[in-house]
């Protein structure tokens, strides 16, 4: 991998921050947030703009320019991709590190006295900008926004915002229709007396009116904004889309059933003009709801005696909670995604030995075999492939100029998953298709611990996932050992396959407690630069547990798997794992064998059914 | 324990919420926070103004009273006591269940339109002024600052403010002088371009210029405030207590030993005048620092351009992290303290079977064990010492009227403690003196394995406590079990038995990373209202670990127990502990046997001795 260059990008970035046709005023600094004007995590090509400036291409991350330095900040998971792809223009800030500054504190220290640092008001959320804005102000400096987007300025062949072909979702998938969605969420509104909701974020807007897009590559969403009163819905997306008679029909565009549910539709664009003249009509002690992540442009439309910001919406929540449909989707969408990853590793047992599998055609491979099975729509993210060194990039890509050849002699790590019309995967899976060495055993059974003790903890309704976090890593940490991301987000249902508001992770922000029907990842890792990855991901389902007391008739959770893939019992050390843990994974290798096994005899594939029950032999006590 | 009766209270208070004598408009209702003008845990007679209007006398909780409701919101400790000490004027509002609504959510709920709550600014810390006044505002009320405190105006014997002796630590106990703690504060400051900062809280005065007092029970702090200035020093305090000769030259205010630490006294009551004047006279960028839960009142002397509230202060995380004086002076304190404790329960086993002994003569015993160590200054806390039921009321202190006697057949459990000139100690013992049942058994045990999870647990350098918390749990979990209180608190040296910023909880706020020298508590419960409590409670030193590897050099942490007291093997249903656990219990009793066993040999404790070996004989294999 080689970085980017970016001398000349900086050149006229730097003199764009000085450029009265976009600014009345130099800027001395200029954040470039990775996000777009509805803070998703995965973005359009038109809207890759950090990548465009720094070379930098993971889904997290901010860029800062000033006149001198230029800095981005990432987490653990990109350390090792941030530093390759960047040139030495740029200062790599690894969050989470105890002497990386803050990215306020850093333009605090490097910033002359009463400096102006800009931003693009649209892509940086209301939340972030408030505490950015905080942090510059107290120490004498301001915050601007920037209303051209400088980036965009200076990027001669930036791709056209996509507007592409909308799905709708009967309710065999989604359980519940538009109507009852936009009625149930009414009553949390009415609850509040809350008289508006902006919804900003697209998973939302996709979810709420049962309507799938492919706008973004891996996330089933399109461009949309929507504005719900409490008898209105205004719904704005480009219009080209709504000629499509499927879509007429099913927002009932000519035939509303009921006033209340009758969706005026805007053009994409005017979302900004709408919201003015919707908060221009409040009444005084009106109220109107935008998430605090919605974009600071729009969320200062609203004027602050009329707006609620709250940290999610209720239609995240909602989304969260899966419905029996909903959750009986996504187990056939498992199911579906075993049966080609079990085929995907029989056949890799018989080509490795052939010296011609890469990463990237395992990748392909991993595809092909997932586009066979039914309702197959798409990836739900860029598969990582990764032999060897590349494991230790924790959202590693194979490209060309770094693809290795998987052999018998290094650790494969592949993370992949997959949208399917019924629901969306992720699964790691880490392998050897020699001997492991002892150590790598050593790290993969810490990494095996720590997957079972959260997949099998018992903790009370009401527990927030952070407080599970510690769980996955006890088995390392008792070593030394660590990895540096959190343990488990959200999945969506046919949807993102990261969600809010719940998941498993050692920051607390933004974390809802878990209730049964939520679903998250339960993926602990470690990772040796230079040597090897490991991860174990299985997608899990919050039930309810049944324990020996009831404790304040509190009611316990815990977690059933629905990744039913087999975890390579030739990397475990069972020396290390407890009876109970032994317990574990001959009970979840006899539910793959079941499950997937039924599934493997019913589409004639011997090959990987044979596979599948070599792998599912119970550990010996 | 009967209630207090507050109808006329109430009536008298509802009053002067209309009084023009105290405000200017009526209040529709009045808060009554539970601490002093610096935001005390533990508070003195004269502060104890939410126990005087509703009885309710726990360490925390806060009162609000309107036209026509009355409610007292406390945490899971006291919801037995809280239900007990007040009439059915007071609604209980059980902190931390779902169903439960916050202060701002109900006053919400209740108020008329245009509501004004008042409150006293002194006594209400500076951030929940805050996320009180956004809440009621943002529902059209108003929260005002009520200058008189409306309780004093109706209690007519409120007691004078204490104003005791103080006393002077020298460097033998602290192991840095009060110049070196300033000279070290001033640094934090530099660092941060701060100017001045106001100490508010008690224990960060008495710490700073190693000073005690006893305005406080159980805790030996002094009224006080200071304002520390890159070059001036400035403490208000009552005068009188300046007039010792020992404390003048402690303090060297006759003969500074160089300007720079020149201490300028005020009285205590100048110090709003002051910090005015201060303020008045700071240039335009400089930067004051005062920790966001001093109180309401003081905050707002100090202009928002030049206010900086940090969530807690450099001299709070400096009091935090012990110096090695202060860590074997620690140990020497617990060691006294454990003498103590094998003498009383040696006794107890002894004296039971007269059928004289009640839970108030085994306080009473124990304070006189523990009077009779070297240094012994008082209690760190009421001591609580409950039998059967009364032991599941967490916070419970035995009165007469609720005072039982202990027996051969009930549970009893005794969290202690006190203050020796070279430490402060709180420890938990739960034992039976006859035949435990198999369940008390199971939960004793399950409690005991939470606690070894905590005391064992190895940890990378800059982890919070917070993440160690659910280690407590996760074997009352797995049974359906819980407790509803944190898991540990931070312990002062000769200073207040709870403080801050680190601590083990299943709350964030206020965490910082736990780092090698801090002191913290470990104490795991399991409560069976009617019944039982069991709490199994040390006082454990953060100390760095030893581990097989070392990811990123970042190092490991672990505890070391300070507390040496045996923990009951007749408790333990030994079949529930795995071989780590009892490694860990035989370990720990080892180490209780050889430095306590030392010290009781040494005291000619002959009794407790022969009690201490038997109750330290390893579990068998």
Redesign the interface.
């Known amino acids: 991998m080689s970085p980017k260059i970016t001398v000349e990008l900086l050149r006229q970035l730097r003199q764009a921050m000085k450029n009265s046709k976009y600014i009345t005023e130099p800027i001395q600094a200029y954040i470039i947030p990775s996000g777009d004007a509805h803070q998703s995590e995965y973005i359009a090509p038109c809207d890759c703009r950090r990548e465009f400036i720094c070379g930098f291409n993971g889904s997290a991350g901010t860029a800062i320019v000033t006149e001198q330095h230029a800095a981005l900040w990432t987490d653990g998971r990109y350390f090792l991709q941030a530093s390759q792809q960047m040139d030495n223009n740029w200062t790599l800030m690894k969050m989470g590190l105890?002497e990386t500054p803050s990215q306020e504190d850093w333009l605090v220290s490097i910033l002359p006295e009463n400096s102006k640092v800009g931003v693009d008001p649209w892509i940086i959320a209301a939340d972030q900008w408030k505490s950015m804005s905080k942090a510059l102000s107290?120490a004498?400096h301001s915050l601007v926004a920037v209303q051209d987007n400088l980036i965009d300025t200076i990027w001669e062949d930036r791709p056209a915002p996509p507007s592409t072909k909308l799905i709708t979702l009967g309710l065999k998938y989604t359980g519940l229709t538009w109507q009852d969605k936009v009625t149930a969420l009414r009553g949390k509104m009415a609850e509040r007396k809350i008289s508006w909701f902006v919804v900003t974020a697209l998973d939302e807007i996709a979810w709420l009116f049962n309507l799938r897009g492919s706008d973004i590559e891996y996330n089933p969403v399109f461009f949309a904004y929507a504005i719900i009163g409490i008898s209105n819905i205004k719904l704005f997306v480009d219009s080209k889309r709504l000629l499509d008679p499927a879509v007429q029909e099913h927002l009932e565009l000519d035939s509303p059933s009921k006033p209340e549910l009758t969706i005026q539709c805007f053009p994409y664009e005017s979302v900004y003009t709408e919201l003015q003249a919707v908060c221009a009509a409040l009444a005084p002690?009106e109220?109107m709801w935008i998430c605090d992540k919605a974009s600071c442009a729009l969320t200062q439309v609203i004027p602050k005696s009329h707006r609620?910001a709250i940290p999610y919406t209720p239609l995240c929540l909602a989304k969260a909670v899966k419905n029996p449909t909903e959750i009986q989707a996504m187990k056939m969408a498992h199911i579906k995604d075993a049966v080609a990853l079990c085929e995907l590793f029989a056949w890799l047992e018989k080509e490795i030995p052939k010296g011609m599998v890469t990463e990237i055609s395992v990748a392909d491979k991993a595809e092909e075999l997932r586009s066979q099975q039914r309702d197959f729509v798409g990836l739900s993210f860029p598969t990582i492939s990764s032999v060897g060194p590349n494991g230790a990039i924790i959202h590693y890509r194979p490209l060309p100029e770094t693809n290795r050849t998987l052999s018998l002699n290094e650790v494969y790590l592949i993370d992949s998953g997959a949208q399917y019309l019924d629901g969306t995967t992720d699964v790691t899976r880490t392998v050897h298709f020699g001997t492991p060495t002892d150590y790598e055993k050593e790290c993969f059974t810490y990494v095996l611990k720590g997957h079972i003790a959260v997949s099998a903890?018992?903790?009370?309704n009401?527990t927030?996932g952070?407080?599970?976090?510690?769980?996955a890593?006890?088995a390392l940490?008792?070593?030394?050992?660590?990895y540096l991301h959190g343990t488990g987000h959200g999945v969506g249902c046919f949807l993102n396959v990261h969600e809010g508001p719940c998941g498993i992770s050692?920051k607390?922000f933004a974390d809802e407690p878990l209730e049964a029907g939520m679903i998250v990842s339960d993926e602990p890792g470690y990772y040796e630069d230079g040597s090897f990855g490991i991860r174990i991901e299985n997608v899990v389902l919050v039930i309810p547990?049944k324990?020996?007391?009831?404790?304040?008739n509190?009611g316990?959770l815990t977690f059933e798997p629905l990744t039913l893939v087999p975890i390579q019992l030739k990397m475990i050390n069972t020396d290390l794992l407890?009876q109970k843990e032994r317990d574990w994974v001959n009970d979840y290798h006899k539910t793959c064998r079941e499950t997937i096994g039924a599934e493997l005899e019913r589409q004639g594939r011997k090959a990987a059914l044979d596979w599948l029950i070599r792998e599912t032999q119970p550990i010996p006590n």
Do not use: C, E, Q
């Not at 903890?457 to 009370?460: D, G, N, S």
């Not at 952070?466 to 769980?471: M, R, V």
């Not at 940490?477 to 660590?482: E, I, K, M, P, T």
């Open positions: 105890k107290s004498g002690k109220k609620s903890a018992v903790f009370p009401g927030k952070h407080l599970l976090d510690s769980f890593r006890a940490w008792d070593s030394g050992l660590d050692y607390t547990a324990t020996k007391y009831n404790y304040r509190r316990s407890t």
